[in-house]
Every structure is written in structure tokens, then in C-alpha cells.
């Protein structure tokens, strides 16, 4: 059984330490053959890094280690290529003078990799110096990758003035690619963000973005046929460990980390979770703590819609972004929190995006709750027994102690919403947080239900409400409305056929809720 490749990124190390390694040639070979400038987003511990290092290794004609692979009797060995990597990924960038320094410290390394001396003074004029001297100097073309390009704007995103500063950097330092062109035999660009702004994707000879095109959809990430194909010995461990059937692993692996897609068809898993699971062959959020920026729970606490219904983009949104103006949406799907659940080909291309797994959609909300009401997550654990409890024993005020303990009193006031749907999205991430099948704004003939949660025992038919005042009276007269909604469109009908239906009503203020159950049988 070939070891794990736990935190190895560099393609040469696992192929001659005889690590797993899921050939991914195949399309490599697709995107070599014909093309010569393209740019991939995927979410951050997603493989891109091993992809931008296989490449290497391509153009340097490191035949060997690619034995047994499916390229090695397809590449053309005599193509060999210097290559110049720049690799933003790791360090944190949070000033402008660091940024600057990073970057005159990375050509500096490079230049001193190919015995170059750099004469120019200005970081353009080095890094164009750099590309036209390694090309004469070896008497070819070179190749030009860049890894985390955005990750300069990605640790800013939260400080307009300094990424104004940086924007304008990068779309200097980046320009040089066309400028040079004539050196440059292929370019390859990978990040977790299309951001507009930084002279990549404008004007003459901007990379092919393949982000969505299907060819290379699964060009990152691991198939089903892939984990079946490659993990199968670590599968039959893991299901002795785990005391289960093979089958019922799948189905759990599928659960969890699986539902990631870039072409609407085929899902794949994060490599990064996939091995860390094998490697503590336990159910857990791996690739949550290690790859959320803090600036995305800030951008999305205030709108939690995205997050509990699927939604209907057009294309053009998940194409570009203005970092200076960025789209929730669209940065929601770059950084892997949404992805495609279906494909429209009828007109203009349109997507639904939703979340991808189990993996995604507990930690997100454990996260978004943590930050929202200032509590641990150990706390929002402790909050989860007590509402599940709650919930079980029908308890209306045993729900408002713990709904008012755990989330209203500890929101500041800057970030309550007035609106029935912040409370209505709120208390849905709260049931999603908890485990539960949720079905949220379920459609009926006669509108639709505010939230259905299930358990194993019982079908439970939410209606929410808000009160503009924080009277008692008015809190009261919510939950009389809430149960109109209900009785009015006959929203219990479609679960009668349920063995335990129940029905609940909730109305929220600023500073208090109030609940209440009833039978279906009432109406």
C-alpha cells in the first residue's frame, strides 16, 4: 500500500518516494498539446500546486518519473524548456513595502537559479529582464508558471486603501507576461480568484481562463472512478477500522467530501480531506481549518441567503471579479463554498450553485455562528445539545431560553437586520449547524413552507415571522400570524402522510423570540 502524500506539493518528491499520486497526465497532455497561455481557479488545498510542479517537470524532461503515467509515451522528451516559477502561496502579505520585497526576492532567487544578474532597478524592469535573459541565455522560449497569484489581494481583501496600492502593483508586474511575449513558449496562471484589475485578462494575449471549461473540468480533484481506482487498499483499511461495509464507506466518503464540480456533471473530492481522512480514517471538517480566510465570513455574515438555497447565476458572474468591489457570490464559488449543481444550455449559459458536502456546510455555519454571536466553537457545540434537546421534547420554552442565550443577545447591534429573512436565514443555519435534513422555502401549490426539518422520528413544518417592536403583545401576534400562513395555505397538507407532524411557530425581535408547537391535528 503506496504511503499518503500528506502536505507534498512538489511532484518530483512523490513520484521518486513512491507516494500515491492520482495521475492527472491525461489532461495535462490535453491542455500542453494545443495551448499556450491559461489560467485555472480552484479553491484553495485543492491540487494546484502539484499540478503547477508536474508541469515543471514536463518541460524540464524529467522522463523517469514520469514512467507508468499515462504521458510518458505521449510527450515529446526533446521539448525541454527553462522554467521560471513564481510561487505566492505561502506567507501572509499584509503591507505594501512586504509585497514589494517578496517580489524582487523571488526574481532575485530565480535569476540566481540560472547564474543571471539582474541589472534593472524597477521590479518591472527586473522581471522582464529576467524572462528575456533566461530565454537568450538558453536559446529557448521560456516557460512561465505563477502559483497563488491572487494571494496578495486574497490575505488584503478587507483594506481597500493598501489593495488599491497592490491592484496597481500587480497589474504592472503581471503586464510584463505580455510585454515578453516573444520570450515565452507557455504560460500557465492558477489562483483562487479571476480578479480583474491586474492586467492578466485584458488585452493582447490574455490567458485561456478553463476554469469552466469542461475538457479540463477534472484536471484537479479526485473522480469516483479515481478513489476507487487508486485508494482501494486504504478504502478496505479504513472500513475495518471504521467497522463498516466497503459500500457504506463510499456512500459516507460521498457524503462529506465529495459534490465539487466545475462542468455540472462530473463531482469530485478534495484531495486534501480524501487524505487526511485515510490518513485519521475519521469523519471530520479537514479542509475547512486550513483553507477559510477570515475575510469571507465577514463578507457573507450579513446575507446568509446564498448559503441555504440553492441560487441561479448567470455565467458572467463567476467569470470575473473586481477585488475592490467583489461579488459574494461569485467569491462564495471560487473559494469552494458553492459550487455548480446544474448547467443551463438553453440560452445564455446559466448556473444553480449550492453547497458541495456535509464538510463544507457544517464547519462553514459552526464558523459563521462563532463569529456572528462572539461564542466558541466549543459553545456553539454545548448550544447544539441543548436546541436538539429542545426540539426532541417539543419544549417552546426551553427553544426561546436557548435561541435568546445563544444567538440574540450576543449579536451586536451593528449587524442586526430588521427583516423577517436575516432571522429567517439565521435560525436555518442554526438547524443546519445542529445535523439536521433541513428543506428550506419548500414549494407548495400554495407558496412556500419557511422550513421543514426531519428527523428520524418526526417531520417538524417552521413558520417565521418578525416583529417590528419589542412588545410582548407584538411577539404574540407573530406567532398567531405564523400559524395563519400555516392553517391559510394548508402548508401541513403535504406532510399528513407523515407518521409524528408537528408544527412550529416562531416570531423574532431585536432582543427576544417566542415559540410555540402545535399537532397537525389542531387544524
Excluded at 494546484?48 to 523517469?64: A, R, V, Y
Aim: with cysteine; net charge neutral; glycine share 4%.
Amino acid at each position: 500500500m503506496q504511503d499518503l502524500p500528506l502536505g507534498l506539493e512538489t511532484f518530483s518528491t512523490l513520484r521518486e518516494n513512491d507516494y500515491l499520486y492520482v495521475d492527472k497526465t491525461k489532461y495535462i497532455f490535453k491542455l500542453l498539446k494545443p495551448g499556450k497561455r491559461y489560467f485555472l481557479s480552484r479553491p484553495r488545498r485543492f491540487g494546484k500546486s502539484l499540478l503547477i510542479s508536474t508541469i515543471e517537470e514536463l518541460f524540464k524532461g524529467n522522463k523517469e518519473i514520469f514512467k507508468d503515467l499515462f504521458i510518458y509515451k505521449q510527450w515529446n522528451w526533446d521539448k525541454i524548456h527553462p522554467v521560471i516559477k513564481l510561487d505566492f502561496g505561502a506567507g501572509e502579505y499584509t503591507n505594501y513595502k512586504e509585497l514589494k520585497e517578496s517580489l524582487y526576492d523571488s526574481l532575485e532567487d530565480i535569476a540566481e537559479d540560472f547564474q543571471i544578474e539582474l541589472k534593472r532597478r524597477t521590479l518591472v524592469g527586473r522581471f522582464r529582464e529576467l524572462i528575456k535573459k533566461v530565454s537568450i541565455e538558453n536559446d529557448t522560449k521560456v516557460v512561465v508558471l505563477i502559483d497563488e497569484y491572487d494571494k496578495f489581494i486574497i490575505d488584503n481583501i478587507n483594506n481597500p486603501t493598501l489593495l488599491k496600492d497592490i491592484t496597481t502593483l500587480l497589474k504592472n508586474f503581471y503586464g510584463v507576461l505580455k510585454t515578453s511575449d516573444e520570450y515565452i513558449e507557455f504560460l500557465f496562471v492558477v489562483g483562487v480568484s479571476k480578479f480583474s484589475g491586474t492586467s492578466l485578462f485584458s488585452g493582447f494575449n490574455s490567458p485561456d481562463d478553463i476554469t469552466l471549461d469542461y475538457k479540463y473540468a477534472s484536471i484537479c480533484g479526485i473522480s469516483q472512478e479515481e478513489l476507487e481506482m487508486n485508494f482501494s487498499k486504504h478504502i478496505e483499511e479504513a472500513a475495518k477500522t471504521l467497522q463498516c461495509t466497503k459500500n457504506d464507506l463510499l456512500d459516507n466518503l460521498k457524503k462529506w467530501y465529495n459534490g465539487y464540480t466545475w462542468d455540472g456533471e462530473e463531482t469530485l473530492y478534495n484531495p486534501n480531506s480524501i487524505l487526511k481522512f485515510f490518513n485519521k480514517k475519521c469523519f471530520d471538517n479537514y479542509w475547512f481549518a486550513t483553507g477559510t480566510p477570515s475575510f469571507l465570513i465577514e463578507k457573507i455574515k450579513y446575507d446568509f441567503k446564498p448559503l441555504i438555497e440553492e441560487i441561479e447565476v448567470e455565467s458572467t458572474l463567476l467569470d470575473s471579479s473586481d477585488p475592490l468591489n467583489i461579488d459574494e457570490i461569485s467569491l462564495l464559488f471560487q473559494t469552494g463554498y458553492l459550487t455548480i449543481k446544474n448547467k443551463d444550455t438553453s440560452g445564455r449559459v446559466k448556473y444553480t450553485l449550492g453547497i458541495p458536502n456535509m464538510e463544507v456546510e457544517e464547519s462553514l455555519f459552526e464558523r459563521l455562528l462563532s463569529t456572528i454571536n462572539d461564542k466558541s466553537i466549543a459553545e456553539i457545540q454545548e448550544a447544539k445539545k441543548e436546541f436538539i434537546k429542545n426540539i426532541e421534547n417539543k419544549n417552546p420554552q426551553g427553544l426561546r431560553k436557548t435561541i435568546k442565550d445563544y444567538v440574540l443577545t450576543e449579536i451586536p447591534y451593528q449587524i442586526h437586520i430588521p427583516h423577517e429573512h436575516f432571522y429567517h436565514g439565521l435560525f436555518i443555519i442554526w438547524l443546519k449547524t445542529l445535523g439536521f435534513k433541513i428543506l428550506a422555502e419548500d414549494s407548495t401549490n400554495q407558496g412556500s413552507i419557511d422550513c421543514v426539518l426531519k428527523t428520524k422520528t418526526e417531520t417538524v413544518v417552521i413558520e417565521l415571522k418578525h416583529s417590528k417592536t419589542n412588545e410582548k403583545k407584538d411577539l404574540e401576534d407573530g406567532i398567531k400570524r405564523a400559524f395563519s400562513s400555516i392553517n391559510d395555505k394548508k402548508y401541513f397538507e403535504k406532510y399528513l402522510k407523515e407518521k409524528n407532524l408537528n408544527l412550529l411557530a416562531i416570531t423574532f425581535n431585536k432582543k427576544d423570540v417566542l415559540c410555540e408547537f402545535r399537532k397537525s391535528k389542531t387544524f
